[in-house]
């Protein structure tokens, strides 16, 4: 089964019309970012997660500060969005818009918008399948957009009940201003909004349009679909899964919906174990945490699910050939 695993984000011609229009130098960004200059042009490209999120901090560097990303997430029009930001527009609410685009984000990309309803609120929590952080720009873009959403379609100044951004919350210019709400420092970017105001009729409710837009992302789920394999369902699973602690088999299994020796079968059919894929995806978050954060050995273990930091010693030995704090000094001394 072909994998879309290391070109996983499409980048074309949307960057070129959102860049002009947040008055950036698409090459200025390409550039800063490491990129070709030619990365937009004809039918785009697929490029890796981790560059996805340079192309974003490079347009932050760029525009001199995070309050780009309020003015990305209003930039919205119809020649930008595809079928499922139509399926959202003509909803009937803000509920069932986010709830939408989340059904549909989590079949074709490597981002996820989980929803949350209960009697208080509707929350939409974007996260990354591949990675445990987000971008700022682009956690606060997608913030911004859903806010500016729900502004645009009920024709009311909605303000969400409280917004949750990774990182500090008092470094964000412009976009606390916009946002109109509590912004609280976690670890996700997250909106909340009331129940009554994610009840509110949306004035641009077309169910003859959502009938139309369906088929196409039917289809482009389905396309989707034949890139997946067993591999990234059980990469992805165990992202969610390490932090709580939950690492076994049957966890996983558990979490996809199937038995332990059904997940067995079709990770041997595709020439790995189950072993390997924790393992791998062990060290990848090892690396990430050690290159990209200040976490100590003691927390990193934690995230990993391992039992004690003895344990990611030694794991972390077999990688690498040295200890974390070693890999992690010489990786800042050669930066």
Request: proline share 4%; net charge negative.
């Amino acid at each position: 089964m072909r994998r879309r695993q290391d070109k996983p984000v499409y980048v074309g011609q949307p960057w070129r019309v959102v860049l002009r229009d947040l008055g950036l130098d698409a090459k200025a960004v390409l550039r800063r970012a490491g990129q070709p200059a030619g990365l937009f042009d004809g039918e785009g490209s697929w490029i890796s997660v981790d560059d996805f999120y340079e192309l974003f901090d490079a347009t932050e560097a760029e525009a001199g500060g995070p309050d780009v990303a309020i003015r990305a997430g209003e930039v919205v029009s119809a020649e930008l969005f595809d079928p499922a930001y139509f399926a959202a527009i003509c909803s009937p609410d803000l509920t069932t818009a986010l709830t939408r685009l989340g059904e549909h984000m989590q079949l074709v990309g490597p981002f996820l918008l989980d929803v949350e309803v209960t009697a208080a609120e509707t929350t939409a929590r974007y996260r990354c399948k591949q990675r445990p952080d987000v971008a700022r720009v682009l956690g606060l873009s997608q913030l911004a957009f859903m806010v500016a959403l729900a502004r645009r379609a009920t024709r009311h100044e909605i303000a969400p009940r409280r917004v949750t951004v990774i990182g500090p919350a008092d470094n964000l210019g412009g976009c606390a201003e916009f946002f109109d709400c509590e912004v609280v420092s976690g670890d996700v970017f997250e909106v909340s909004f009331d129940a009554f105001d994610a009840s509110r009729p949306f004035l641009t409710r077309n169910d003859e349009m959502w009938e139309t837009f369906q088929p196409g992302l039917r289809r482009r789920a389905a396309e989707a679909g034949e890139y997946r394999s067993v591999r990234d369902e059980v990469e992805e699973a165990l992202f969610v899964l390490l932090p709580s602690g939950r690492a076994a088999m049957s966890d996983v299994a558990s979490e996809l919906g199937i038995g332990g020796r059904t997940l067995q079968r079709r990770l041997a059919a595709e020439g790995t174990t189950w072993l390997d894929v924790l393992n791998s995806t062990r060290e990848r978050l090892a690396r990430h945490y050690f290159e990209s954060t200040q976490l100590n050995a003691t927390e990193v273990s934690f995230l990993l699910g391992f039992a004690d930091p003895n344990s990611l010693f030694r794991a972390f030995h077999r990688w690498t050939g040295t200890t974390p704090e070693s890999w992690r000094a010489e990786l800042r001394s050669t930066n």
